[in-house]
């Protein structure tokens, strides 16, 4: 491959690694926790070495939440980092996740600025069977892509996945919509407010992983391009509800629960009421099931999530030279000019 | 078999099945709400029989719970019917928990008269891997022990256990033992705040073969003797903790993970912590462990709870007939007299 190919990228100098957006998401919050722990050690032996390290900043999202094992208090925080939410009037009142919200803000942020961090890592659990996936607004972030392949690359034993929330940075509403780049690492099955191990040492390797290839990429690596499988979401479907009392009327089908990104073909059952009948896929087109029986959204009046899958092409990357990142922080000679 | 070796018990006229003693236990939820429903069918159908009825309560024990999806509001409900609670004086303060205890025991009870309800069987839910088990306060509770010995035989494919506290009735603490008889039907693995349609449908045809049971019996079904195993809870372990901040400092190891009932020897990996160790089972006995890694028994101190296996022979029972009931009630001749 000739170096014109190589997409070059500024240095991920800062890199965030988020836990307890969600309180009752266990991984992550005593995976932060260890980090913390192990973080002295690590910081101790990067003084001894020569290169610039990363700078790795931990983060507990919601202290409180995480104090009462709940998602959230007032209201779920992974809402609320929307540039309307972020920079509109906040009364006395305000429910306390927009009040953190804006702490985290000017934490890892301003989102959208110069100074935020380079790369947000926001750590989440799912009751559904999903394995590891990235979440991220963007098709064509190639950090995020490439951290991706790294991943199933070096994971082989965990199904993984890229999911891609088609929104613009401006409606993005998640905590890692504050970094230049971002993404959710979601891992399940576990129940919220447990912490299965197998679960919690998946998330970790996902973390060191990560981490390491930020390292790689920082000290000057190319890395290949080639494809990766996007899974991109096109539509949630809702239980089936009373009209009256809203309650659920029916459980996932026992043929689809824990069948994630097995494609749903039209007819497929995909409910099973309480008094025993099948319901069945009414949509025209075969799409991938994701998020099924996730415990969080029976409230959004979500039961599943459907995607359609792509072949994305990500180019080859490296980074920057300091030369390269000086003439584009200055807007200044192209590299063909120099 | 000779009539003289047959146990001959009272009719059980009235029987509860409670769902939601736990807000987020949802299969119990969903299940008494649609008996509810399907009752008035039932009842018609029953009207038009000549033989008398058993008369079947449906109780949502916790709506306030149920409603926010919660274990409970205040305090938890399935730990408010001892006689001391349920008798003490009761504050304009007391927890909602406390209130609705006293409104469920005059419902179904009081606990310990002649009034109470014959039987209640209170569904519960588990994150741990428990199949269905029966748990209840004693090991010679004849009617509980025959009607677990016919769910044996009647769900084939369902893991089945009976599980006893050795707990005495006045110190007894919980919904079912508010009844003559009564038991928690607890079954998992299942999230809390989740429906899943296996562990549902599985709820629904316990119960179903409960009440046929309870029918079977009233008609005068005479049923055989036997043996049952049953595990009785020893003790609880706790998950390491750091000693300031009481949070945990491992999981549970994944080699016991989802292991409930598998026989633990001394030596036996006990816990992961997150650094990675392995903690080991220092007890001397072998036990068989359950409730491993129950989610909300994190704030009970409970990781496992360990019991003791045994082989409890029950007798044959039989329905009293209206002459020995009467009998029996008012204290008069036994039966070699009449």
Same mark, same amino acid.
């Given at each position: 491959? @000739?170096?014109? @190919?190589?997409?070059?990228?500024?240095?991920?100098?800062?890199?965030?690694?988020?836990?307890?957006?969600?309180?009752?998401?266990?991984?992550?919050?005593?995976?932060?926790?260890?980090?913390?722990?192990?973080?002295?050690?690590?910081?101790?032996?990067?003084?001894?070495?020569?290169?610039?390290?990363?700078?790795?900043?931990?983060?507990?999202?919601?202290?409180? %939440?995480?104090?009462?094992?709940?998602?959230?208090?007032?209201?779920?925080?992974?809402?609320?980092?929307?540039? %309307?939410?972020? #920079?509109?009037?906040?009364?006395?009142? %305000?429910?306390?996740?927009?009040?953190?919200?804006?702490?985290?803000?000017?934490?890892?942020?301003?989102?959208?600025?110069?100074?935020?961090?380079?790369?947000?890592?926001?750590?989440?659990?799912?009751?559904?069977?999903?394995?590891?996936?990235?979440?991220?607004?963007?098709?064509?972030?190639?950090?995020?892509?490439?951290?991706?392949?790294?991943?199933?690359?070096?994971?082989?034993?965990?199904?993984?996945?890229?999911?891609?929330?088609?929104?613009?940075?401006?409606?993005?509403?998640?905590?890692?919509?504050?970094?230049?780049?971002?993404?959710?690492?979601?891992?399940?099955?576990?129940?919220?407010?447990?912490?299965?191990?197998?679960?919690?040492?998946?998330?970790? #390797?996902?973390?060191?992983?990560?981490?390491?290839?930020?390292?790689? /990429?920082?000290?000057?690596?190319?890395?290949?391009?080639? /494809?990766?499988?996007?899974?991109?979401?096109?539509?949630?479907?809702?239980?089936?509800?009373?009209?009256?009392?809203?309650?659920?009327?029916? %459980?996932?089908?026992?043929?689809?629960?824990?069948?994630?990104?097995?494609?749903?073909?039209?007819?497929?059952?995909?409910?099973?009421?309480?008094?025993?009948?099948?319901?069945?896929?009414?949509?025209?087109?075969?799409?991938?099931?994701?998020?099924?029986?996730?415990?969080?959204?029976?409230?959004?009046?979500?039961?599943?999530?459907?995607?359609?899958?792509?072949?994305?092409?990500?180019?080859?990357?490296?980074?920057?030279?300091?030369?390269?990142?000086?003439?584009?922080?200055?807007?200044?000679?192209?590299?063909?000019?120099?």
């Amino acid at each position: 491959m @000739e170096v014109d @190919e190589v997409v070059c990228l500024p240095r991920l100098s800062r890199v965030a690694v988020c836990g307890g957006t969600h309180g009752n998401e266990l991984s992550g919050v005593y995976l932060v926790r260890e980090l913390l722990k192990e973080k002295k050690v690590t910081e101790k032996k990067e003084e001894d070495e020569e290169e610039k390290p990363v700078s790795v900043l931990m983060v507990l999202a919601n202290p409180w %939440a995480m104090q009462q094992c709940r998602r959230y208090v007032n209201t779920d925080l992974n809402r609320c980092f929307t540039h %309307a939410a972020l #920079s509109g009037p906040l009364s006395d009142m %305000a429910p306390y996740e927009m009040v953190r919200s804006r702490e985290l803000n000017a934490m890892l942020g301003p989102k959208g600025s110069p100074e935020a961090v380079d790369l947000v890592c926001d750590l989440h659990n799912t009751t559904a069977n999903m394995g590891l996936c990235l979440i991220a607004y963007s098709d064509c972030d190639w950090i995020c892509l490439h951290i991706f392949r790294h991943l199933q690359r070096t994971m082989p034993d965990i199904p993984l996945r890229y999911i891609h929330f088609d929104v613009s940075k401006k409606e993005s509403y998640s905590l890692d919509s504050v970094g230049k780049h971002g993404f959710a690492m979601e891992i399940g099955p576990q129940p919220h407010g447990v912490v299965r191990s197998n679960i919690y040492t998946a998330m970790k #390797s996902g973390v060191q992983h990560m981490l390491d290839w930020v390292r790689f /990429f920082n000290s000057g690596t190319i890395f290949e391009g080639g /494809f990766v499988d996007v899974f991109t979401m096109v539509k949630h479907i809702d239980y089936p509800r009373d009209s009256e009392t809203h309650n659920i009327m029916a %459980a996932i089908h026992p043929q689809l629960q824990d069948r994630d990104f097995c494609l749903l073909q039209p007819g497929d059952p995909l409910f099973q009421t309480f008094s025993g009948e099948t319901l069945r896929y009414k949509g025209k087109e075969p799409l991938y099931p994701f998020f099924i029986n996730e415990c969080a959204y029976y409230e959004k009046g979500i039961a599943i999530s459907l995607a359609r899958k792509r072949r994305v092409m990500i180019p080859a990357v490296r980074v920057q030279t300091e030369q390269e990142q000086q003439a584009d922080q200055q807007g200044f000679a192209s590299e063909e000019e120099e």
